[in-house]
C-alpha cells in the first residue's frame, strides 16, 4: 500500500532523531591497504578497466553483436507465439546489450571514465558498433510484425502483467516510430539516417571528453583568486605561471572571482571555443538528419516527432509554456541586470578598469555572483570553508539514509577504474535485503568526462532465471581536489550538484520495475529530472544545510546568519538563471522545429532576445553542448518544464518543516522512485500530490508569488 500523509501531521523533530543521529555509514570489511581488489557481491562486471586491453573489448563486442542477431533471428522465426519465443528473448537481449545493458553500459563507462585514452575511444567505437547491431534489431519488420501478431492473438491467453503488456505496447510503438509500417525503401533511408545520427553524436562526445587545452596565467592575472586555489595549480618551469584546464574546478572559480576583465575574456573565449569548428559541423550534421528523419516518418519537424511520446505532447505547447514563463521573469531580470551593472562600475572604479556600461559574457558570473553575495551578504570563500566534501558527502548521505529506508554501508577495495573512486553498498532497512551499489567518481582526470552525471553500471530489473540483479549507480563529478593544506571545499553551487546527481543514483537503486525497458530513467524524458530537482531544495533548509556543514578547520556549525541568508538565496535565481535555460531551450527548439543550420547566429540571435546579451565574438558555446548531441535534442526544455512538478512535489508533500520526515521520504519512495516507468509520470505525480500538478510552488519558490497564496 502507499502512504497517505498530509503535511503538518508528524513531528519530524520526533520521528527523526534516531535516524539522522547516527553515523552516515558502516564499513564493511577491512578498510586497510589490500593487494587485491574485490567484486562486490551481485556485480556480475569487474569494473577495473585498467585489466581490460582492445583485443578483449573487441571479442566481447564481437560476441554480444552474435547474441543479438541471434536472438533477432529466434524471435522472427518464432512459432508458436507465447511470452517465451516473443517477448522474453527480446527483454534479455536489452537487459544484456542494450541502452545501459549490461555489455552496453560497459563501453558508455569505459569511454566516460577510463584512465587510458586508447580504452576510452576503444569504448566509444565499440559502443557505436553495438548501437548498429542493436539499431538493425529494431529495424526488422519480421520481429516488429510477430510482437503485433502475438499482442493480438496471445498476448491475452499468455495473462501478461500490466508492466509486461506496457512493454509490448510499447516495443511495437517503437517499430512504428522507427517507420516499420513504411515502404522498404523508407526503412532503409530511415536505418541510414539513424546509424549517421549515432556515429556523430558519439564524435562529438569524444571530441569534447578528449580536449586537453590549457592556458597560462600569471599571479597578476589571476588577481582576486584566493591562496587555496593558487596552490592547488600546477606551474609552468619555463614561465612561472599557472597552468588552468578548461574543466570545472578550474574555470568556474575564475569566472566567478578574478578580478581582471582580460583573464575572464580570454579563460571564457576559450571555453567557449572548444572543438569548433568540428563539433559545430558535426551538431549541424545531426540537426539535418534529424529533420531528414522526421520528413521520412511523416513528421512536420524533429521537435513534433521527439515530443509526441513525452508529457508535453507537442512544440506548440513547449513553446507556449516558454512565453508565458518569459513574461513572468523578464521584468526580474531587468531588475538583476541594472543591479549588475551598478557593481560592474563599482567594481571597475575600484581595480581601475574602464567601465563600457555593458555586461560581456566574461562579466556575467563574476557579476552574478557579485550580486548574490552582496544581497543575501554571503561571502562565497568564507561559505566554502563549511563544506569540506567529507562533511557534505556524510550528511547528505544520512539525509537519503533516513528518508528513504535505507542503509549505505563503504565498501572496501572494490574493483574500480580509478583508485580515486569509492563504493557502498545499500540495503532496505526494512528487509535488510542488499538492493546494490553506488560508486563515487568525484575528481577530475585527463580524459574523463568533464561534467557532472549519473550512470548505470548493472541494472535493478529481472534477469533471465527472473531473480532481480543487483543494481550498480555511478556518480561522475569534477569537485576541487585536495590539496596538502586542504581538503575539497565545496561551492555551495557544488553542494546542490551532488545533492541533484545523487538523487537520480537513489531513482535507480530504488525503481522496482521487472524489465530494464522501464526502469527508472526510461520514464518521460520531461520528468526524468523531477525527482533530482526537488531534492535540491535540500540545500536551502536549514535542518539538512546544518547536517552537510561544519568548517573544515574548527568543525564549528555554519553561523546562523549565514545559513539563514543562504536559505534566502534560493530565490535569487527568478530571472537571469531562468532566462539562460529559457535562451537554451528556445535554441533547441528552433533548430529542431524550424530545421535552421546557422548554429552560432541562432544562439546570439535568442541570448541577444531573451537577455539582451551578445556571445563572445570568435566563440561558439553549441560546439561543446553535450545535450543536443545526445539525449536532449529537442528536449532540453525538460529540464525548466520538470522544475514545475519538482518544486510542487517539495511544497506539497514536504515544505520547509518536513524535509527530514521519513514517512514523507518513503511516501516519494513508494510513488516516485520505486514504479520507474511501469507508470507515466502523471500517474506518478497524481499519487503523490493526491491532485493535478500545480504552477504555483514553482512561481513562489522563484519569488514570483507570494507565499500567502499557499
Known amino acids: 500500500m502507499f502512504i497517505t500523509i498530509k503535511r503538518g501531521i508528524f513531528s519530524s523533530s520526533l520521528i527523526c532523531w534516531k535516524l539522522f543521529s547516527r553515523s552516515a555509514v558502516q564499513v564493511y570489511g577491512d578498510m586497510g591497504d589490500k593487494l587485491t581488489s574485490v567484486r562486490p557481491p551481485g556485480i556480475v562486471r569487474n569494473w577495473d578497466l585498467r585489466t581490460y586491453d582492445v583485443q578483449n573489448l573487441e571479442s566481447q563486442c564481437s560476441k554480444a553483436i552474435i547474441e543479438i542477431k541471434n536472438a533477432a533471428d529466434f524471435v522472427a522465426s518464432a512459432h508458436p507465439f507465447s511470452y517465451d519465443t516473443v517477448l522474453k528473448p527480446l527483454l534479455e537481449c536489452d537487459r544484456l546489450y542494450g541502452r545501459d545493458g549490461n555489455i552496453y553500459s560497459l563501453f558508455t563507462v569505459g569511454s566516460m571514465v577510463a584512465e587510458s585514452a586508447e580504452i576510452r575511444t576503444t569504448c566509444s567505437r565499440l559502443k557505436g558498433i553495438l548501437n548498429e547491431a542493436f539499431l538493425d534489431l529494431h529495424m526488422r519488420t519480421d520481429i516488429y510484425h510477430n510482437l503485433k501478431k502475438y499482442k493480438e492473438e496471445k498476448s491475452k491467453q499468455d495473462n501478461l502483467s500490466k508492466e509486461l503488456s506496457k512493454v509490448l505496447d510499447r516495443l511495437i510503438l517503437k517499430g512504428q516510430r522507427n517507420g516499420l509500417e ?246 532496505d532497512t526494512d528487509s535488510g535485503s542488499l538492493m546494490g551499489y553506488f560508486y563515487l567518481d568525484l575528481f577530475p582526470r585527463e580524459g574523463k568526462y568533464g561534467h557532472a552525471r549519473c550512470g548505470i553500471l548493472q541494472q535493478a530489473c529481472l534477469d533471465v532465471t527472473e531473480e532481480r540483479q543487483k543494481v550498480g549507480a555511478l556518480l561522475i563529478c569534477n569537485f576541487p581536489r585536495p590539496t596538502p593544506t586542504n581538503p575539497s571545499l565545496l561551492s555551495h553551487d557544488e553542494v546542490v550538484t551532488l545533492f541533484h546527481e545523487f538523487g537520480h543514483a537513489m531513482h535507480i537503486i530504488c525503481a522496482k520495475a521487472e524489465t530494464s525497458l522501464l526502469l527508472s530513467m526510461s520514464v518521460e524524458w520531461d520528468f526524468v529530472e523531477a525527482p533530482s530537482q526537488m531534492l535540491e531544495n535540500w540545500c536551502y533548509v536549514k535542518d539538512s544545510l546544518r547536517l552537510m556543514s561544519k568548517h573544515y578547520k574548527t568543525g564549528e556549525a555554519l553561523p546562523d546568519d549565514m545559513l539563514e541568508n543562504l536559505v534566502k538565496s534560493k530565490k535569487a535565481n527568478g530571472g537571469a538563471m531562468k532566462l539562460r535555460q529559457i535562451t537554451l531551450a528556445t535554441v533547441d527548439q528552433r533548430m529542431h522545429r524550424e530545421g535552421r543550420y546557422e548554429l552560432g547566429q541562432m544562439y546570439k540571435d535568442a541570448l541577444n532576445e531573451f537577455m539582451g546579451l551578445e556571445p563572445t565574438v570568435g566563440t561558439n558555446m553549441l560546439a561543446s553542448f553535450s545535450h543536443l548531441a545526445e539525449d536532449y535534442d529537442a528536449r ?34 513508494q510513488w516516485i522512485l520505486e514504479p520507474g516507468a511501469t507508470l507515466d509520470g502523471m500517474e506518478m505525480l497524481k499519487g503523490f500530490l493526491g491532485r493535478e500538478p500545480s504552477l504555483d510552488p514553482f512561481l513562489r519558490a522563484m519569488g514570483l508569488l507570494p507565499t500567502e497564496n499557499l
Not at 572559480?253 to 583573464?263: G, N, Q, S
Not at 529540464?639 to 518513503?666: H, K
Request: proline share 3%; charged share 30%; net charge negative.
Open 182 to 427: 513504411l515502404s522498404k525503401e523508407v526503412q532503409e533511408e530511415v536505418k541510414r539516417v539513424k546509424k549517421e545520427m549515432s556515429l556523430f553524436s558519439l564524435q562529438f562526445c569524444r571530441n569534447l571528453g578528449e580536449d586537453n587545452t590549457l592556458l597560462y596565467f600569471s599571479k597578476d592575472d589571476l588577481e582576486g583568486m584566493d591562496i587555496g586555489f593558487l596552490s592547488a595549480l600546477e606551474k609552468d618551469e619555463a614561465t612561472g605561471k599557472y597552468i588552468l584546464t578548461l574543466k570545472y574546478p578550474d574555470y568556474i572559480p575564475v569566472m566567478k572571482k578574478c578580478v581582471v576583465p582580460e583573464t575572464r575574456r580570454s579563460y571564457e573565449t576559450a571555453f567557449n571555443s572548444r572543438c569548433v569548428p568540428q563539433n559545430v559541423e558535426i551538431l549541424e550534421n545531426l540537426v539535418r538528419l534529424r529533420e531528414e528523419q522526421a520528413g521520412l516518418l511523416g513528421y512536420s519537424n524533429h521537435a513534433a516527432y521527439t515530443q509526441e511520446i513525452l508529457m508535453a505532447k507537442s512544440p506548440e505547447i513547449v513553446e507556449k509554456f516558454f512565453r508565458e514563463l518569459y513574461e513572468k521573469v523578464k521584468t526580474r531580470w531587468e531588475q538583476e541586470r541594472a543591479k549588475m551593472l551598478e557593481l560592474k562600475k563599482q567594481d571597475c572604479d575600484r581595480f581601475g578598469y574602464e567601465y563600457d556600461g555593458l555586461i560581456h559574457m566574461w562579466d556575467f558570473s563574476r557579476l552574478y555572483h557579485m550580486m548574490i553575495d552582496k544581497e543575501f551578504s554571503l561571502d562565497q570563500d568564507l561559505l566554502k570553508q563549511y563544506f569540506p566534501l567529507e562533511v557534505v558527502l556524510e550528511g547528505m548521505l544520512k539525509i537519503y539514509q533516513g528518508l528513504l529506508g535505507l542503509r549505505f554501508t563503504k565498501f572496501a577495495n572494490p574493483e574500480v577504474w580509478s583508485d580515486e573512486v569509492t563504493a557502498y553498498e545499500v540495503t
Open 636 to 669: 532540453y526544455y525538460s529540464y525548466m518544464w520538470s522544475l514545475v512538478y519538482g518544486e510542487d512535489m517539495f511544497e506539497t508533500v514536504f515544505g520547509n518543516e518536513d524535509v527530514l520526515n521519513p514517512l514523507a521520504g518513503r511516501k516519494y519512495r
